[in-house]
């Protein structure tokens, strides 16, 4: 049978607070302070997670949600802003088992780290950098295990509903706008089961809060105008 696609927008209530910057591309009003600066680009991160899409692989009978339903943010490590300091491809198949399923350009392209790489940086800055970025990938890495071993249970869950669904579907026992209507349905549990798991775990506030602080350290660290500089490129 040919693979079917259904999308879904997966959205969870994940504000801590914001900062409403008018443009069409949010770069036409700069926060004057740096406090506000960092709200803005946390909540940019925050409406990337809340707006992620969902879509149903009927041929491997699971849920697809691109990058673990997460910010580009939340996985920025050194390697992002040094790809030099990049390890071997199979080094992290172990500790982290979804990069071998995340879109890791986009999630490189649309991370704070490439933003951090275009600035104007001493070799001191450079290396405190790296540093900082390593730490927090550290404390980003366990909760990016529990988001994906969410995702991974609940498809677990669903693969055999999603198979009988497709199973009826071609024996003739179901009409095609009915198994829609199933398929439809058990996208939208999984959905929401992720979010109630997220709420109870607290993964993505966590995630948020650990991206907060780093980047007021980043902002301890760089000087006004590289600041200003670095906010004006990540801010979309």
Known sequence: MKNLSFTNTFRQCLFIGAVVLMGCNGKDSIPASNVDKITSLVVQAESDTYNTPSAVDLTHQQILIENLALSADYFVDETHFNPSLSEKPDSFTIMEPWKTRCKNDKLKSL??????????????????????????????????????????????SVEERIELAVEELNAGNEPLDSFQLKIQSIEKWFCESLHKEQLVS??????????????????????????RNFYICHKR
């Open 202 to 227: 607290k993964t993505a506030i966590r995630l948020s809060v650990n991206y907060r602080n780093t980047l007021e350290a980043i902002e301890q660290l760089l000087s006004e105008k590289q600041f």
């Open 111 to 156: 991370g704070f780290g490439q933003c951090l790489a275009n600035l104007e940086l001493s070799a001191q800055e450079k290396e405190s950098l790296v540093s900082l970025l390593r730490e927090y990938h550290r404390v980003q890495l366990p909760l990016l295990r529990n988001q994906f071993e969410i995702i991974e249970r609940l498809n677990d």
